[in-house]
């Protein structure tokens, strides 16, 4: 994932393979994707109830649970109260 050093320093938005949706500035990175994020914020987001919002502060993700990173576009202004959704299927695989 050579690709994420165009991502330091910046804001991303990052699903995991157990459908957590993180959000925060991407401080540092190695060849496993393990990845190091500051001024994390974890959303969670329910299909009819309110949703949260984590403060979690510095968080290192593990590579192998990191299934998409993307720059966050500061332009937009999502209105999180007003997302709603069901949960997102988990990605790993049954042992």
């Given at each position: 994932?050579?690709?994420?050093?165009?991502?330091?320093?910046?804001?991303?938005?990052?699903?995991?393979?157990?459908?957590?949706?993180?959000?925060?500035?991407?401080?540092?990175?190695?060849?496993?994707?393990?990845?190091?994020?500051?001024?994390?914020?974890?959303?969670?987001?329910?299909?009819?109830?309110?949703?949260?919002?984590?403060?979690l502060g510095v968080y290192l993700l593990r590579g192998g649970s990191v299934v998409c990173v993307g720059e966050i576009d500061e332009s937009v202004d999502i209105n999180w109260n007003s997302v709603k959704g069901d949960d997102l299927k988990n990605t790993r695989n049954p042992l």
């Amino acid at each position: 994932m050579s690709s994420l050093k165009d991502f330091l320093g910046k804001k991303v938005r990052i699903i995991t393979t157990d459908a957590r949706l993180f959000e925060g500035k991407l401080e540092s990175f190695d060849h496993s994707t393990n990845l190091v994020i500051s001024q994390t914020i974890e959303r969670v987001i329910y299909p009819d109830d309110e949703n949260d919002e984590l403060q979690l502060g510095v968080y290192l993700l593990r590579g192998g649970s990191v299934v998409c990173v993307g720059e966050i576009d500061e332009s937009v202004d999502i209105n999180w109260n007003s997302v709603k959704g069901d949960d997102l299927k988990n990605t790993r695989n049954p042992l």
